[in-house]
């Protein structure tokens, strides 16, 4: 690893973190050079492509050398060496889970994210982490001089390709707001929840939780219409337009009831979630026994062959426990 020099980045005034799209506040100043992105799957991808396009340079680590034309050709510089992210002043990490993000930030020994980025840059973690790992992360960066913000995000990948994520902020307020230009490119709206970053990450996983059992729910109401020969989308429209006008139910109880499962939040991945929230309430001394059958359907579905559908597919599971003949479908439309 090389040494760098602290950097003192231009001054730059502006709004206030949440309250519109301009500069920072903090003193600090704006972020100046590439932007560093660890975790160009689908979700990374179109988060790191929103950035280039809002004319931000981005410098990704991938690991197999055959990704860096595909990134070249929507603006994203690539390199299979995670070196060359180190003199960025921010690096955004969308990684899978707490396994991955603690690999990529501590490496093994001396050669890891944290002990090469220099001191007052900032690690922007949008993945979805356990709270003991975003803590472990929090103070490894601060022990070594540097920032880290915690800002898991809802919204699928189309979200992502949209801007139309909501991003859940959590970190000291400074750093948050020299952030706020990255979170304007990349979502409707930033919630800044507080100064500790395991804040955002619980708040991410409840949220989480609250949507799979909703999908839950629907794709049991909806097994039982098709039992009754009814109309499943009927359903769906009355009840999105009077009880249930949320986002999870209108998006997501349209696919339940067209039985379309195009791969978006992978079952494996809510499954991730499930356990580390169901852990949090086992620490916290707060059941979650709805989220425990969640749990137990989500592992019926990936046992099934299911682990490449999306979230949806927990309407798939509940249609073949009421025996009905259920063939997936992975069709977007």
């Given amino acids: 690893m ?7 980045p231009l001054a730059a005034g502006g709004e ?3 309250q519109g799209r301009g500069l920072s506040q903090s003193g600090r100043g704006l972020i100046l050079g590439e932007i560093g992105f660890i975790g160009l799957g689908r979700m990374g991808t179109a988060m790191a492509a929103n950035l280039a396009a809002a004319g931000r340079p981005v410098i990704a680590y991938v690991r197999r050398a055959n990704q860096i034309d595909r990134l ?7 390199t299979t060496d995670i070196g060359d992210l180190l003199d960025c002043e921010v690096v955004i990490s969308m990684l899978p889970d707490d396994d991955a993000v603690r690999e990529i930030v501590l490496g093994h020994g001396n050669d890891g994210l944290a002990a090469g980025l220099m001191p007052g840059a900032i690690h922007l973690s949008m993945s979805t982490i356990s709270t003991a790992a975003a803590s472990l992360l929090s103070g490894e960066h601060a022990r070594l ?3 880290y913000v915690a800002a898991p995000v809802f919204g699928n990948p189309d979200a992502a390709k949209a801007r139309q994520l909501f991003i859940i902020a959590a970190g000291a307020p400074a750093d948050v707001a020299r952030c706020q230009p990255i979170f304007d490119s990349l979502g ?3 919630f800044v929840v507080g100064a500790d970053p395991k804040d955002a990450n619980l708040i991410k996983l409840l949220g989480n939780m609250m949507s799979a059992t909703a999908l839950q729910m629907l794709g049991e109401a909806v097994a039982v219409l098709r039992k009754h020969s009814l109309d499943p989308q009927f359903f769906v429209d009355i009840m999105t337009s009077t009880m249930f006008g949320g986002r999870a139910h209108k998006i997501y109880g349209d696919k339940i009831a067209r039985q379309i499962y195009a791969p978006g939040f992978l079952l494996p991945l809510v ?3 499930v356990r580390l929230a169901l852990a949090e309430a086992e620490k916290a001394g707060a059941p979650m026994p709805s989220v425990s059958v ?7 579905g990936i046992a099934r062959g299911y682990g490449e559908l999306d979230w949806t ?5 509940a249609a073949e426990e009421a025996g009905l003949d259920a063939v997936p479908s992975v069709t977007a439309t």
Avoid at 2 to 8: A, F, G, L, V
Avoid at 313 to 317: D, K, N, P
């Fill in 2 to 8: 090389s040494k760098h020099e602290i950097r003192t």
């Fill in 313 to 317: 597919a927990l309407g798939l599971i």
């Fill in 294 to 300: 969640v749990r137990d359907r989500l592992i019926t």
């Fill in 145 to 147: 001089g540097q920032g």
């Fill in 72 to 78: 070249a050709a929507i603006g994203i510089r690539a």
């Fill in 188 to 190: 409707q709206r930033t």
């Fill in 271 to 273: 499954l991730k979630d």
């Fill in 16 to 18: 206030a973190p949440g």
